[in-house]
C-alpha cells in the first residue's frame, strides 16, 4: 500500500511518484490549499492538496485529526524559506494527485503531539499514548536492548531455553500470584517470581549456559520502578565463579551502551563491598555521582553527654552518623524542616544538624541547636573528621545503624538532586560480599538477603548456625547511578549446604521436602557448581532513555494499584468459572471494587 516510510522521503526522490500511509497528525487550510502533516512510525512529511486536484483535495478538506490517509503523489522540493529543519523530510513535501480516507477518527482524548498528559488519561487509552513518537521511541530503544543482549549471549555460546510460567508456589520472598487448577481442584499453580529453580535445573542437566528474556510476576507494593509483571534478562552458567559472572555481564554493558547510547563504560567497572557501601553512603545501590559521603562517628559519642547521641553509640547495632554538604550552610530553616520530614519516612526521629559559619571562632563559628550540648574538643574532632569548610553544614543521624543508613542515605540523594550536585553520566559499580541473612524483626526470624539458593562464602560455611548474622553470601548486584540493574550469586550445588541454608532460615527438613524436594532430589545427581545473574530489562531501558518510571517503557503497563485501565483488569468472572474451579468467595469480596 505504500512505497516509503516517511522518514525514507528525502531530497534525492525529488520528482519521483510516491505513495505513503499513516495518520494525519494536523491539518492546516492556507487560503485554499491544505496542508496535512502526515504521521507514520518513521515520522513526518508535508503533504500538500492545491484545489486543482479536485479529488485529492475535497478528500484533504474533509480529513481531521488522526484520519487514517493513503497519500499518493510528486515528491517536490518546498519552497525557498519554507524549509523546516526540525524534520528529517524539511525540505521536501508531498503534492498529492490522491488522498485515500482509509479510516475515520473520533476527536482523540488528548492531543498527541503535546506532554503533560495525565497519566491516567495515558493508560487508559495506550493504543493513542503510543502512537506518539516519544512513546514509540522508548519501545524501539527497548527492541534495541534485547537484540543487541541476544546477539552477545548467541555468541558467548549462550542457549535461549523457555522455563515454565506455570509452576509451584515456592519461597522466595515476594507474595505469588496464584491460579487455581481446574483438573486438580483446591491446588493452585504460582506464576514464577523468577526462573531461579528451573535454570538451576537446567546447570544439573549439562545445559552449561543458558539465558532467557522471560516476564517475572511477584504480587509486592508497587512505585515507579516496580510493576506486578515485569521482564528479566536472566543468564545462568556452570563451572563458574563470581569473576568469571561479572566478566560476562561486563563486556556486554559495556557493547549495549556502546551500540544504544555510543557511550563508553569504564573497563573495568569498579567494585566495592556491601560494607564499605553501607559505612560510606548508607545505601547498598549507591549513585557514584554524588559526591555527599557518610562520616562515622559511633566511637566519638560514646562518651559525650547529649543522650541522644550517646546512646545510639552504645546500642550493640547503633550508629552516629553525619553528612557533610559542602556550601550547604546557604540552606534556609524551612528547607531543614522539609529534610527533617523526609528522613522521618524512613524512621529518624529528628534531623540534628550543624551550620559550619567560620572555623577560626571554635563553637562561636558553629551555628546548631545541639553545638552547646558537645565538647569543644568533640565539635573539633567531628570537623576534622568530615573535612568542613566555612559554609557547609553537618546533618547527623542517631538511632540503629538500619534507621541512620536509610535516613542519611536517602538524605544524600535528595540533597544531590536539590542542589544539582550529581556529576558525571554513567556510573556503574558492582557491590559485592553481601550478608547472607537479613533479620526479621516482626517475624523474628532470619531470611534471604537474595534468595535461599546462594552459597554461603567457603570460609562462613560454619557462620550459618553459630552466627548467620555475621555470615557473607557469594552474591553481588550491578548498580547504575543508584539504581540496582542487576543482580545474582554462585548458587549452592550440594545438598549439605543447603540443608544448613534452610536451616539458618529456619525452614526445617519436612518443609524443605515438600517446597523444594525436586530440587534437593536434583542436587543428589551430580549438580554442577553453577552461578549466574539477572538484568531488570524494565529498568534498564528506563534509565537509558531518561524515562521517569518503567511504566513508560513497557506497552501495556499496570498502575500502582496493579490494575490495567485499558482492560479494565482484574475483572469479576461469572459464577460457572468459580464453581469449575471449587472456588466460592465470601460475602462482599469484590463488591466494592472500583476500577483499578
Known amino acids: 500500500m505504500r512505497t516509503h516510510y516517511c522518514n525514507g522521503i528525502h531530497e534525492g526522490l525529488i520528482g519521483q511518484t510516491v505513495t505513503l500511509c499513516g495518520w494525519a497528525q494536523r491539518r492546516r487550510d492556507h487560503g485554499g490549499v491544505i496542508f496535512i502533516d502526515l504521521r507514520d512510525r518513521e515520522g513526518l512529511v508535508q503533504i500538500v492538496a492545491d484545489p486543482d486536484q479536485v479529488d485529492a483535495f475535497a478528500a484533504a478538506n474533509e480529513c481531521r485529526s488522526e484520519f487514517v490517509l493513503q497519500v499518493e503523489g510528486v515528491l517536490r522540493a518546498r519552497p525557498a524559506g519554507t524549509e523546516n529543519p526540525q524534520m528529517h523530510s524539511g525540505k521536501v513535501e508531498l503534492a498529492a494527485a490522491r488522498i485515500s480516507i482509509l479510516n475515520r477518527s473520533e476527536p482523540v482524548p488528548f492531543p498527541l503531539d503535546e506532554e503533560d498528559i495525565a497519566e491516567n488519561l495515558r493508560l487508559k487509552y495506550r493504543y493513542l499514548d503510543l502512537r506518539r513518537p516519544e512513546m514509540l521511541n522508548r519501545l524501539r530503544l527497548r527492541h534495541q536492548v534485547t537484540r543487541f543482549v541476544r546477539g552477545y549471549l548467541d555468541a558467548a555460546g549462550f542457549i535461549d531455553v523457555e522455563t515454565p510460567v506455570l509452576t509451584r508456589s515456592t519461597p522466595e520472598g515476594a507474595r505469588d500470584y496464584l491460579v487455581p487448577s481446574r483438573t486438580q481442584p483446591g491446588h493452585f499453580f504460582a506464576l514464577p517470581q523468577s526462573p531461579q529453580l528451573f535454570k538451576q535445573l537446567l546447570m544439573v542437566a549439562g545445559l552449561d549456559r543458558y539465558y532467557q528474556i522471560t516476564k517475572c510476576f511477584r504480587d509486592e507494593d508497587l512505585r515507579a520502578d516496580r510493576q506486578p509483571e515485569f521482564t528479566q534478562i536472566d543468564i545462568e552458567a556452570s563451572f563458574v565463579d563470581e569473576a568469571a559472572v561479572m566478566g560476562i555481564a561486563e563486556p556486554m554493558m559495556r557493547g549495549l551502551f556502546a551500540e544504544v547510547l555510543g557511550v563508553r563504560l569504564p573497563d573495568p567497572f569498579p567494585r566495592m563491598t556491601y560494607a564499605d557501601s553501607m559505612h560510606r553512603f548508607g545505601v547498598d545501590r549507591p549513585d557514584l555521582r554524588n559526591p555527599l559521603e557518610l562520616t562515622e562517628l559511633t566511637d566519638l559519642m560514646r562518651a559525650v553527654d547529649f543522650k541522644v547521641f550517646r546512646e545510639a553509640a552504645e546500642r550493640p547495632h547503633g550508629r552516629v552518623a553525619c553528612l557533610r554538604v559542602p556550601g550547604g550552610a546557604q540552606i534556609s530553616r524551612a528547607q531543614i524542616d522539609a529534610y527533617t520530614q523526609f528522613t522521618a519516612i524512613y524512621g529518624a526521629k529528628g534531623l540534628a544538624w550543624i551550620k559550619v559559619n567560620a572555623l577560626d571562632q571554635g563553637n562561636e563559628g558553629l551555628q546548631s541547636p545541639i553545638v552547646k550540648f558537645l565538647p569543644e574538643n568533640v565539635l573539633r574532632e567531628i570537623l576534622r573528621r568530615c573535612g568542613a569548610t566555612a559554609g557547609d553544614i553537618l546533618f547527623f543521624g542517631a538511632d540503629t545503624a538500619k534507621i541512620v543508613n536509610e535516613a542519611l542515605g536517602n538524605l544524600r540523594n535528595r540533597l544531590a538532586a536539590d542542589l544539582g550536585l ?55 548486584d550491578l548498580v547504575l547511578n543508584g539504581n540496582e540493574v542487576g543482580g545474582g550469586s554462585i548458587r549452592i550445588h550440594q545438598e549439605t549446604v543447603q540443608e544448613k541454608v534452610f536451616a539458618a532460615l529456619g ?87 472500583q476500577n483499578p
Open 422 to 476: 550529581l556529576a558525571g553520566e554513567w556510573c556503574p559499580v558492582w557491590i559485592t560480599d553481601f550478608p547472607m541473612f537479613d533479620y526479621d524483626d516482626k517475624e523474628e526470624r532470619w531470611t534471604s538477603t537474595h534468595h535461599p539458593f546462594t552459597a554461603p562464602q567457603t570460609e562462613h560455611l560454619e557462620t550459618l548456625s553459630q552466627d548467620p548474622g555475621n555470615a557473607l553470601a557469594r552474591a553481588y
Open 507 to 593: 525452614i526445617g527438613a519436612k518443609e524443605a521436602r515438600d517446597k523444594f524436594g525436586f530440587l534437593l532430589d536434583a542436587l543428589h545427581y551430580g549438580a554442577p557448581p553453577h552461578g549466574g545473574l539477572a538484568f531488570g530489562l524494565d529498568r534498564l531501558v528506563m534509565l537509558l532513555c531518561g524515562a521517569e518510571t518503567i511504566r513508560d517503557v513497557i506497552a501495556f503497563p499496570k498502575t500502582q494499584k496493579a490494575g490495567c485501565l485499558l482492560t479494565e483488569a482484574p475483572g469479576t468472572v461469572a459464577d460457572r468459572q468459580l464453581q469449575e474451579l471449587g472456588i466460592r468467595l465470601r460475602p462482599g469480596v469484590g463488591a466494592d471494587v
